[in-house]
């Protein structure tokens, strides 16, 4: 089943989704870093099939999402505005499922409006990395900066296809052909005879203020829904155990992991993890 492409402004930004099925609870399916709303072409269908109407966002200047304008950059705090803007768009409540950097945005927004949320998976995220030492923070100003000169005058690395699918596979070694494919061929467009990666290259600077565990935790102590953590269990950013359960309990989040998989479950056993989602969300009964 082929998602049906979509387009909606959101948060004053044409916003790209694929769509699945038209059940009368919604799925919201958030990619990584990067990434794009193809990334769940291999989970999508599924859910559908078990009942769900199910949607996958390409975050803002990731995918066919536009762009920001001149003079704007991605924080997650605009991220966390862009589900806000969604969920009233999509009827109003949500499940959401997100992906390392769409598992931190999942849980920001869960704990920023926990009304509109009715279930939460993380997977393979399960928000920023400890610390609350901000001497270094004026150094990092400066070479964000730095940065966004650069990108301003960097051209566009031209490629094959088949170079952005060795790139992607040499990131990622765990991604069969087919899935590095799938990735490349959604996540890059034609431009003179060759290809560019669609997302926006400014998400390739590191951004200025570090968002740490301090301030996520206020927001995990406020959701309210079910939630669910999906590990891959050879994973290689899995956390330290202790630090991983102090999450979830702030979380109040089960957690599972799924044999044979790395930092990405949902391409690497999609099977498994659709398994492990019906799990949770089929038990979650309706508000």
Known sequence: MIGRSR??????????????????????????FLEHAHAWDLVGPSLAQA????????????????????????????????????ARLLGGSLALVGHSMG??????????????????VCVDGLGPPDGSDATG??????????DLERTGERNPRLMTLEEAKGRLRERFP?????????LAEHGTR???????????????????????????ARFWERVRCPALYLEGAE?????????????????????????????????????RLVEALRSFLDHIPPA
């Open 51 to 86: 009942g769900y109407r199910v949607l996958a966002l390409d975050w803002r200047g990731h995918g066919e999402s536009e762009w920001i304008g001149a003079g704007g950059y991605y924080h997650f705090p605009d991220y966390t505005a862009d589900l806000a803007a969604l």
């Open 137 to 146: 923070v004026p150094d990092r100003f400066a070479q964000w900066i730095a």
């Open 7 to 32: 387009f909606l402004t959101a948060n004053r930004l044409r916003q790209h989704l694929l769509e699945w099925g038209a059940g009368r609870r919604t799925v919201l399916l958030l990619h990584g």
């Open 235 to 271: 994973s290689p950013l899995r956390l330290d155990p202790a630090d991983r359960d102090d999450r979830l309990a702030l979380l109040r989040a089960q957690r599972m992991a799924i044999p044979g998989s790395g930092h990405h479950p949902h391409l690497e056993q999609p099977e």
């Open 103 to 120: 598992a931190t945005v999942a849980m920001q927004y869960a704990g920023t409006e926990p009304e509109r949320v009715w279930g939460l």
């Open 190 to 216: 034609a431009r003179s005879g060759l290809r560019v990666w669609k997302f926006d290259p400014l998400h390739q600077t590191r951004a200025p203020m570090p968002f740490q565990r301090t301030f996520a």
């Open 174 to 182: 765990r991604f069969t052909p087919n899935v590095a494919r799938l």
